[in-house]
């Protein structure tokens, strides 16, 4: 898909200029949290409560305006809240996103904790702070996962103790005490409630299909099941603060929603564009915050934990190479606060078990309001996972039902050559330019067009040197073999496709991963 450049010598102008303004946004990428350790002291010590799907696109919610999905508690909550247009992931992969926000650092300064299904080192989380600083801290669903936490040395999740409930942590706090608990729903993670759409009576006609996915039935009715799981997660948002109300600590309670990364459907979840790094977040507490603001403020999910830290008043340490956003959250200003979030930089390591060998597919990428940029450190490899599973798109071991993916499989089937299919599964270069005011869904790679040749050189540069200052293994010519790190899911090095998707994309009976 091409876009038309039919602009005047102007609009070429106005490119140059926006680059000479981006020699401020190389310094802000790389602000270190020192600019933020002068914490600010409540009246009272709040509680924490997180509440965080998993799997979901930033835009799939009513407050951000997708008119197909009916999510009234979480609307709600950003009426009487501040909602962010540009939150991202640090990773989006479940096990490394879940382990920045917990320490507050880049993947790659993580070593193993970088993949999904690995181990997780022992290092600063800032649920292990409010603990030893007085605080109840208790966790309810995956925390930090999936991996193998206790072969590092933890003897609990690094999230904190593990509940049932929300009812049996809270009648083990002391009423006296402040707490912190974090939710994982499951929500909207596959597999998907089958015919889930038609239970939530969500309108197909009504769904917006992104252009990198066809526009068919089939697919319709795959993201109005997604929307019917999202819908599921705003019931349970809703017994939270129901809950808070009954036990009359919703004044006193900072109530977080977001996900952990986007959704699970080709370029989203895997990969380093915005679908699947761009994630909602809500945060709400009317006595302290002003409620009704969108902020466009560039932010990481993992600065949540200088930022938590700050608001209960414990040190932030050294190694968090992240930022605290109080600033933005206590301002009664909306829009575009502070000229220091300009910009976020991510990473990838290894998704699932896909590749021969347990190769990874590693990239970083750096997103600004007007560019996306992203470097494959391995273009040589397939993106998505070997064929013919394609395994970084989940269902990853075609085991159980993913019709968009199957779909996209199908239409290769039939044709030498299909746009969908190389967008999804295709090797990518080692490059990769998105010029997101022309191009919002990412379709067109600009690296090699020479009118952006210096806007690429510019954005190259501010990611380097930020990689390099914080420490990458991967611009600092540091070995560490992310590839050999060991993957806990046994089963994913050998896997069986279903018999349905074997008859249906003539598949074998199973695959090997480790020849």
Request: with cysteine.
């Amino acid at each position: 898909m091409k876009i038309n450049f039919k602009k005047g010598r102007l609009n070429y102008l106005l490119y140059k200029i926006i680059f000479l303004i981006f020699l401020f946004v190389i310094d802000s990428c790389s602000y270190s949290n020192q600019s933020a350790k002068k914490n600010t002291e409540f009246k009272n010590r709040p509680n924490i409560l997180i509440l965080m799907s998993d799997n979901q696109s930033a835009r799939h919610l009513g407050c951000y305006g997708d008119k197909s999905v009916k999510t009234p508690n979480i609307d709600k909550l950003a009426e009487n809240g501040v909602l962010f247009n540009n939150a991202f992931c640090s990773a989006p992969s479940c096990s490394p996103a879940r382990a920045a926000m917990l320490s507050g650092q880049d993947i790659w300064r993580l070593k193993q904790a970088a993949n999904l299904w690995s181990s997780f080192p022992k290092v600063k989380v800032f649920t292990g702070l409010f603990e030893e600083d007085g605080y109840k801290v208790g966790i309810e669903g995956k925390g930090w996962g999936p991996g193998n936490y206790k072969i590092s040395g933890w003897d609990k999740n690094p999230g904190g103790d593990k509940f049932n409930s929300f009812k049996s942590f809270i009648n083990k706090s002391k009423k006296d005490k402040p707490w912190l608990y974090w939710y994982s729903s499951t929500e909207p993670h596959r597999p998907f409630r089958k015919n889930g759409w038609k239970n939530s009576k969500i309108n197909l006609d009504s769904i917006f299909v992104p252009p990198y996915l066809p526009d068919n039935i089939e697919i319709r009715k795959d993201i109005a099941d997604y929307y019917d799981e999202i819908q599921i997660f705003d019931t349970e948002v809703g017994s939270y603060i129901s809950y808070l109300k009954e036990i009359n600590e919703l004044e006193n309670t900072i109530i977080i929603v977001c996900s952990d990364n986007g959704w699970q459907m080709p370029r989203g979840l895997a990969n380093l564009y915005d679908f699947g790094t761009k994630i909602p977040l809500i945060i709400s507490w009317p006595k302290n915050f002003k409620s009704g603001r969108v902020i466009d403020d560039f932010i990481n999910l993992k600065d949540f934990a200088p930022t938590f830290l700050e608001i209960a008043n414990i040190e932030i340490p050294n190694e968090m190479n992240s930022n605290s956003f109080l600033d933005l959250l206590v301002s009664t200003k909306e829009g575009k606060i502070s000229n220091q979030r300009n910009s976020v930089i991510m990473g990838r390591e290894r998704h699932a078990f896909v590749r021969q060998g347990g190769l990874g597919y590693p990239g970083r990428a750096i997103r600004t309001e007007e560019f996306l940029y992203i470097r494959n450190y391995k273009p040589q490899r397939w993106p998505a996972g070997d064929p013919p599973l394609y395994g970084d798109v989940d269902s990853h071991m075609l085991q159980y039902d993913a019709p968009t993916k199957v779909n996209i499989l199908k239409r290769k089937l039939l044709n030498d050559s299909d746009e969908f299919f190389d967008l999804a599964f295709s090797k990518r270069p080692k490059e990769e330019l998105f010029d997101l005011k022309n191009d919002p869904y990412q379709l067109n790679n600009l690296s090699n067009d020479k009118r952006y040749l210096s806007i690429k050189k510019n954005l190259s540069d501010a990611l380097t040197k930020y990689l390099k200052t914080s420490g990458d293994p991967r611009e600092n010519g540091i070995e560490y073999d992310w590839d050999g790190a060991y993957y806990f899911e046994e089963n994913d090095k050998k896997p069986k496709p279903s018999e349905k998707h074997i008859n249906l994309l003539n598949l074998e009976l199973d695959y090997n991963y480790l020849k």
